[in-house]
């Protein structure tokens, strides 16, 4: 059975075919009666078990009983090229690769068609020992030249909006019975992609996944994890690369945390120092210090109303104290009153008429003082601070008075301020107190 140009039947004629290779060709076509040229000496392989056969082709190399064991490939196509003439041989286009390929293989669905149109089948099964299963081996190297050496071009693409176009769609298949773990220090034993770098020399290589354009149009999103599709989380990085995350360029929002979340939007590991928190131009620093507290390294300008939403830290004291006439002393000793003290460790009373701090700050201070009589002549009461600003009133024609200062600066933890009163109602007079003390900022 000759091999002509035009001839229907189970190759298609290329002027590359030499005279030896359609030789051996019609040797094995005059051996079978169908159309299917049959090298069937081994098993069929396939993907589910379905055992489909080549209707032209149908190439088979060991059995489960005698496999091949290995020396060479069942089929190589080998290919030395040289083009010099790009008009001619390539149809003026360096990247025509139909002009040039060592193999191609074109499949074309007509319209109607209700399976999915598929030109290359590539199945590996097996159960080996020490090594992988790989489906598909692809490399490309630039060994001179200014070219690119890239392992596979993948281009999925759309020319009506109801289709759809994907470049690539890869993968993991976990029917083990178990789940997968991630692996911190090299490949995870399920992944979807695993991209490496390698170089004699450990040179680096400039990026593990960069996006691009090929002309003027966009991605809407360059990264996009789809609703259902991450349990744990999202982005994780163990490289202990200089910067996590470095954003450069020009955009609207740096950061845009929209999402809802149950726990928080933004955590930071729990240090007690600058390296757990936030720098600011390297200038400013805010992190947390201690448990529960907020420290600000550097000034703060504040341009409108600063309020926290919690009730401030508040805290109320009761005193007695027995006192002579036109004398003056403390209020006596302060026992804290639990009802009306939700904090009662931002401020304690460790002596009579003092109070003191643990924590710096800003505090509002106001003492009501009850003298039991009506005082007849000079009578006050007075909150003293840190700084030696005294606030004081007086009282006359009254049994009682009360004094506040809305603006008491503790500077350091243990601060204390006192409280004192005079008292001229012509007798000794067993004196109330109340104090009120609240944290402010």
Known sequence: MPINPGDPGPTVWANGVDAALAAKLDANLTAHTGVTIADQAGDVVSQYGTNETGQRWDIRVGTAATPTAGGGPSVKIAQTEKVTNLATQMGGNAVANEHNAALSVAALGLTGSLAQTNAVMIIANGAPTGTDVCALGSSGMVTG????????????RRNVPGASAIGAEIRVQNESGADGTANPNGMSNTV????????????K????????????????????????????????DESGSYASFSSQGTHNIGVDLNGAYSSYALRFTPK?????????????????SAAGVLTLNGALAVTGKVSSGA???????????SLANATQGNIGVMTVDAANTPD????????????????????AITAAVNFQAVVTGE?????????????????????????????????????????????????TRTVLTRVAVTRIA
């Open 205 to 236: 290589s400039g990026a593990g996944v960069s996006l691009g354009t090929a002309d003027a149009t966009q991605f809407i999103h360059g990264y996009h994890t789809t609703a259902g599709a991450i349990s744990d989380c999202a982005f994780r």
């Open 192 to 203: 979807g992609v695993w991209v490496t770098t390698a170089g004699t020399g450990g040179f």
């Open 379 to 427: 009578s006050w009461a007075s909150i003293n601070t840190p700084s030696g600003v005294i606030s004081r009133s007086h009282a006359t024609g009254t049994d009682r008075v009360s004094v506040s200062d809305p603006t008491v600066y503790i500077p350091t933890g243990g601060g204390t301020v006192t409280i004192d009163v005079f008292q001229t109602s012509g007798a």
């Open 311 to 321: 009730a401030k830290p508040h805290a109320e004291f009761t005193a007695t104290v």
């Open 272 to 288: 007690t120092d600058a390296a757990g928190g936030i720098s600011f131009g390297n200038d400013a620093f805010l992190y947390r």
């Open 145 to 156: 030249g200014t070219g690119t050496g890239f392992g596979a071009y993948l281009q999925g």
């Open 344 to 363: 009662t460790t931002m401020v304690t009373s460790p002596s009579a008429g003092t109070l003191t701090f643990t924590n710096p700050g800003l505090y």
